[in-house]
């Protein structure tokens, strides 16, 4: 079973003559798992473990979001986006080489996207958007023997896992919600897809992009009122959300599916600005088959 980045198709022996193809076709489709990560919106600061314990993923990102006012009731534009980075690290790798290697994929990733949102029915919406993803990945290869440039496939390790490779990722995204107000709780539910096209240009692979599809469904609710800190009223909202992988992340995650429960403290905002109405604290975990983690982070609502 595959994991982020690099998997059994690794510990292939290195006579194999597609080895090189394989290790640089394996790379390329993590790196859009990877950029999920980095991108997603449940994400602030987080930390991953996967299954056999010596791999695991970092992510510290700053997403951002804003809805522009209207004049009509029927729709308004928004754009969002993020900027973040994140710490990938596998050990323990068996090449065939006579030792265990290290993996360390450090990516920098900017995200700009926007859309429309659309009032389609009294309280359900409709968004519509599309981003890009800007990212840079810089991967180390840790050993304790000296790579042999003169043997192909150790050439092939040394320039695809010691290298400083620039992707471009296209998203196009849609989502429904549905949030009315009962007795001051305000429940909510929401579906939504995403796809995913990276452009990749790694040496020796023979794809030249790869495709994902993100489908994720979202329930909740924010309670009204509960107390006040500092004289500051504050808000609880509860959440659990279902994330659905298909295509080149699905393959490389080696996970069909992982669901994140989550809580979100609301805070009105202690500065006395028109245009900060609340600062917030969210924690939540997400488990798949293979991995589990945590991710927490403070927020700025406008």
């Known amino acids: 079973m ?71 009731d029927f729709y308004n534009f928004y754009v969002n986006g993020s900027i973040g980075f994140s710490k990938y690290e596998e050990e323990k790798i068996d090449f065939g080489r006579g030792t265990l290697d290290t993996i360390e994929m450090m990516t920098y990733a900017l995200k700009v996207g926007g859309g429309i949102r659309m009032n389609v029915l009294p309280d359900t919406d409709m968004m519509v958007g599309g981003a890009y993803i800007y990212s840079r990945v810089n991967s180390d290869f840790k050993t304790s023997k000296v790579l042999d440039r003169n043997n192909p496939d150790e050439k092939a390790i040394d320039e695809i896992l010691n290298s400083h490779q620039i992707h471009h990722t296209y998203e196009l995204s849609t989502s429904i919600g549905y949030h009315p107000i009962l007795n001051e709780y305000k429940p909510y539910f929401r579906v939504g897809t995403r796809y995913f096209k990276t452009n990749v240009d790694v040496p020796y692979a023979t794809i030249s992009d790869t495709t994902s599809v993100i489908s994720k469904l979202k329930a909740g ?11 500051l009223p504050l808000k609880l909202e509860f959440y659990a959300s279902e994330i659905f992988l298909s295509g080149d992340m699905d393959d490389v995650l080696g996970c069909k599916h992982f669901f994140v429960l989550g809580t979100t403290f609301h805070l009105a905002s202690p500065i006395e600005k028109e245009w900060i109405k609340e600062v917030t604290l969210d924690i939540n975990m997400a488990r798949g088959e293979n991995f589990d983690g945590f991710n927490f982070g403070f927020g700025v609502s406008f």
């Open 2 to 72: 595959r994991k982020i980045v690099f998997l059994s198709v690794l510990i292939f022996s290195t006579v194999n003559a597609d080895f090189k193809n394989e290790l640089a076709n394996v790379y390329a489709q993590g790196v859009n798992t990877v950029l999920f990560f980095t991108s997603e919106d449940i994400i602030s600061s987080g930390h991953y473990t996967f299954e056999d314990s010596e791999t695991t993923l970092d992510t510290h990102v700053i997403p951002l979001s804003y809805h522009f006012k209207s004049d009509s």
């Open 221 to 231: 609710v924010v309670t009204p009122e509960l107390t006040k800190i500092y004289n």
